[in-house]
């Protein structure tokens, strides 16, 4: 099948934005054990959308990608959501990706 540009994009666009709300949804999943496991977390994903802003001559700053992943500021989803890393979570982190996040 065949898809032309537009509605590729439609499509990738629909695919972002359920993926968005998804990890909305599941603020049980910590930001180091989604690093730990996939390589990536929502921190990465908001740096994603920022990078294609900046591409695209688009102002977006960094804590507004960070809320448009979160759905709300980055410093009240932590406040709300994360939990302390855990030894163990450190040290994974440190195997995973030894020049940091």
């Known amino acids: 099948m065949a ?4 509605t590729r994009t439609e499509l990738e666009a629909a695919a972002f934005r359920r993926l968005v709300d998804h990890l909305r949804e599941r603020t049980d999943v ?3 054990d989604m690093m730990n496991l996939a390589g990536f ?3 990465c994903l908001s740096n994603w959308l920022k ?3 900046d591409a695209q001559g688009v102002v977006l700053s960094k804590d507004e990608s960070r809320e448009a ?3 709300m ?3 009240t989803w932590k406040s709300k959501h994360q939990g302390t890393a855990t030894p163990e ?3 994974a982190m440190k195997k995973v990706h ?3 996040h």
Do not use: T
Request: aromatic residues 8%; hydrophobic residues 25%.
């Open 98 to 100: 030894p020049h940091g």
């Open 89 to 91: 979570q450190i040290e």
């Open 51 to 53: 990078d294609a802003a």
């Open 69 to 71: 992943v979160y759905g």
């Open 41 to 43: 977390c929502r921190n």
């Open 30 to 32: 910590q930001n180091i």
């Open 3 to 6: 898809i032309d540009d537009k």
């Open 73 to 75: 500021p980055y410093e």
